[in-house]
């Protein structure tokens, strides 16, 4: 097994809690001392940095929500002065104002360390060849992955989101051996890719390292079977720090988090109650080293569990299922939570439905509908209305009864349901409440 | 034994036409037609001149296409003319999956074209009791 930093991926669990208390210590003492909003939550809660000394003190402390980020547009949040911070990126909002986060020199170079040990976990190395398709700006993904990538050592090539026939082009020209983007919108490439006739076997690449958007295993077994590579899932959110935060490693049973630079734990949403391990909830991350933004207690709205099981790895820190959903993100349909990704395991479960799906909620004489629009692939297209009518009752039913609402499935034709480069819209909610 | 060709149409105005636009810009012609319709969602099957060209022009147009073995069986334009060929397939035990007439004539015949379960079996049926059927090649010149 290879790794980037044996000593810290492999820690024993006393020595790393005793570097995550002495950690947390400081972050929470500098948070209190520097950040206003943080001293008048612990103020209001009666909490002193003083009161915090063991790790299950965390507990006593409030939470934090991207709400408050907006609050403090832009930099209310920040614990250090704007001559310290070297690097600003923001998250983008699909309401209001961005979240904004800032980086110290430190930070930067935390990051980039992190992002390496993830592409080292993802196979990755000094000679490998890596193409990041995320994209370059105020979004995370793209100079996250850019940094680690040098910090690795291997040659980077800045390709950005879009431009998909240049992407291929990037692919067999340069022999990318590793590929950095969306899990859509690698998809979005080997459909290009069948498009213009080109066989994923003749290019050189291996492995794929995916994140920023939730995605099931059968659309990891469509990737690595479209693209002949090895799909990994990588975790990471601007608020915390970007791509990196956790990684699968060569086993894949789950996303090892970096533990000596973030404390999890895994709440109920709605109580907010600290669930015991191997519960469903909503992942919840303390920063433990970050200097420009330090994040107590941040809750990210995905939804995962958390596993301490040994690895075959042989890392230590404890392991984050891929994320089902996002706790925010959850639909509500006539009472039932509703989870996108449940719909795309149904539907990829059933031999020849493309993981091309759309989602549509409307609101008729105060009852929800929920259409499921699927593309009609060749694989499962057929002459005769009898087999496209089976088809199209068992896609309804395997929904309904996994979903247990009842689902109006609508089947379109190949490519009407809008591709990204980015992350997927799956989701049009047209109720008017 | 003939190609037909199979296309997967949402239903919304419009779609129809421009398959056929495709279609006829490519210089495509039209033998028989018929569309299979849901609520939801129909397919439009098709005789055409040129089966391998129509089922390339729409594929790259971004349609759902497919190709099927269909048998166009030319009988008597005359009442019963129908009813005489399926006494005869139905005392064989062949199914039809669905069937379609064919646009003009040929040489005073009427042409019907037959999708059915086993086509090597229709075939065999069709040639032991004399039914007339039309050779591809034939049927795409007419």
Partial sequence: ?433 | MAKQISVFLENSSGRLAHVTRVLGDAGINIRALSIADTSDFGILRLIVNDPDHAYKILKDAGFTVSETEVIAVRMPDSPGGLADVLDQISEENINIEYLYAFLGFAGGDALVIFKVEDIKKAREVFEKKNINYVEAQDLYKL
């Fill in chain 1, 1 to 433: 097994m290879t790794y980037w930093d044996q000593e810290k991926e492999c820690m024993a669990r006393d020595n790393l809690e005793k570097l995550q208390l002495r950690r947390l210590k400081e972050t929470v003492f500098r948070s209190y001392a520097f950040v206003p909003a943080y001293r008048a939550k612990m103020d209001a809660a009666g909490i002193k940095p003083d009161d915090v000394n063991t790790l299950g003190d965390l507990q006593k402390l409030p939470f934090t929500t991207k709400q408050e980020m907006r609050d403090n547009y832009p930099f209310g949040l920040f614990a250090v002065p704007m001559s310290e911070v070297v690097r600003i990126h923001a998250s983008s909002g699909t309401t209001g104002k961005p979240s904004v986060v800032g980086y110290t020199r430190k930070d930067v170079d935390t990051w980039a360390d992190l992002m390496a040990r993830a592409l080292v976990s993802a196979g990755a190395d000094k000679r490998s060849v890596i193409q990041v398709a995320y994209g370059y700006g105020l979004f995370t993904g793209g100079l996250g992955a850019h940094y680690g990538a040098e910090r690795l050592g291997a040659s980077v090539i800045p390709a950005s989101g879009g431009n998909t026939q240049r992407q291929i082009l990037l692919m067999q020209d340069f022999g990318s051996t590793h590929l950095a983007c969306t899990p859509s919108y690698a998809l979005f490439i080997a459909e290009v890719m069948h498009d213009m006739g080109i066989d994923p076997a003749g290019l050189k690449l291996k492995a794929g390292i995916f994140g920023a958007e939730p995605w099931s295993e059968q659309m990891r077994t469509e990737i690595e079977n479209k693209l002949y590579i090895k799909a990994y899932d990588i975790y990471g959110l601007s608020e915390i720090m970007g791509p990196g935060v956790a990684i699968e490693c060569p086993f894949r049973t789950g996303l090892h988090i970096a533990e000596d630079n973030f404390l999890v734990e895994i709440i109920d949403p709605v109580t907010e109650e600290v669930l015991p391990e191997g519960s469903l909830g909503e992942l919840v991350i303390t920063t433990l080293t970050k200097e420009a933004i330090p994040m107590i207690r941040y809750r990210t709205r995905d939804m995962t569990t958390l596993s301490n099981g040994e690895c075959p790895c042989g890392r230590t820190h404890v392991r984050m299922q891929k994320v089902l959903g996002r706790s925010d993100d959850m639909l509500i349909v006539r009472g039932v939570n509703v989870f996108p990704s449940a719909i795309e395991t149904v539907l990829l479960g059933i031999p020849g439905v493309e993981p091309h799906y759309m989602i549509i909620l409307e609101r008729q004489d105060n009852l929800d509908i929920m259409e499921v629009q699927v593309e009609v692939s060749e694989d499962i297209f057929s002459d005769e209305v009898r087999k496209l009518e089976d088809l199209h009752k068992r896609i309804a039913k395997e929904l309904e009864s996994n979903l247990l609402i009842s689902v109006k499935v609508r089947l379109v034709e190949p490519k009407s349901i809008p591709r990204s480069e980015g992350k997927a819209v799956r989701v049009k909610d047209n109720r008017k409440i």
